[in-house]
């Protein structure tokens, strides 16, 4: 059974630093993309930041570039998101995701594999 378990998530003040990490078992990830989403109360999902395979292609959401940073162990089967400079707007739950193929995607659509999330706060 396929599993991701994403932690890290908490409270922190504006400006503060967070690292998420999700961890993926059950089926080796190492061939397909892996990548951040989240969701705030009352809005829709939307796509963070992404990463293929090898972790020599990322792409990131224009409100998060140059803030957050994606990385990835294939060998631990991990995807990692270290957020800095944080701002309130950013509270969200954090979910990641496995695509069905190795590439820079950003739509939910193409993503099989989601973890039950990991919430981040952030108090201005």
């Known amino acids: 059974q396929v599993q991701l378990v994403e932690s890290g998530g908490g409270l922190v003040q504006a400006g503060g630093s967070l690292r998420l990490s999700c961890a993926a078992s059950?089926?080796?990830?190492?061939?397909?993309?892996m990548a951040w989403f989240r969701q705030s109360p009352g809005k829709e999902r939307e796509f963070v930041a992404t990463?293929?395979?090898?972790?020599?292609?990322?792409s990131y959401a224009d409100s998060v570039k140059a803030r957050f940073t994606i990385s990835r162990d294939s060998a631990k089967n991990t995807v990692y998101l270290q957020m800095n400079s944080l701002k309130p707007e950013d509270t969200a739950v954090y979910y990641c995701?496995?695509?069905?193929?190795?590439?820079?995607?950003?739509?939910?659509?193409?993503?099989?594999?989601w973890g039950q999330g990991t919430q981040v706060t952030v108090s201005s």
């Open positions: 990463i293929t395979w090898s972790g020599g292609s990322t």
């Open positions: 995701a496995v695509a069905r193929l190795n590439g820079i995607v950003t739509q939910s659509t193409w993503y099989d594999y």
């Open positions: 059950g089926r080796t990830f190492s061939s397909y993309s």
